[in-house]
């Protein structure tokens, strides 16, 4: 009676453990981030407010792989323009992964406001 109640215990915590580490990793390796439009962020493409490509680029490389196991590590990101503040706008950014491949990484804007913009990239 005793080790069925241990053994209950003990895959009650395990479950608890697993989801916990899936919850954990959701978390830290989300794509989508929102940043404020301020005078250190923002930059004017084609007449566009738009974000930074060194903020697009700096916050894709730090997201990339933010664990072990989510993602490959990259470096050297770099964007081509600033990420225009107007939904569905797109670039893609590249870097470099730890065997010297080229990596592309497609950056959107899924919303916009005059004072921020929510982007997400792709892994």
Not at 106 to 112: D, M
């Amino acid at each position: 009676m005793q080790s069925s109640k241990f053994l209950v215990g003990a895959i009650g915590g395990a479950t608890a453990l697993v989801a916990l580490g899936g919850l954990g990793t959701y978390l830290l390796s989300g794509t989508e981030s929102t940043t404020e439009l301020d005078q250190y962020s923002s930059v004017t493409v084609d007449g566009h407010k738009a974000l930074s490509g060194n903020i697009v680029a700096g916050r894709a490389e730090s997201k990339y792989h933010p664990l072990p196991w989510v993602g490959k590590k990259v470096s050297g990101v770099t964007c081509p323009t600033g990420l225009k503040a107007v939904a569905g706008a797109t670039i893609t950014c590249t870097g470099r992964s730890t065997d010297g491949r080229s990596v592309d990484i497609p950056v959107s804007v899924v919303k916009a406001t005059g004072s921020s913009v929510t982007w997400k990239f792709e892994r």
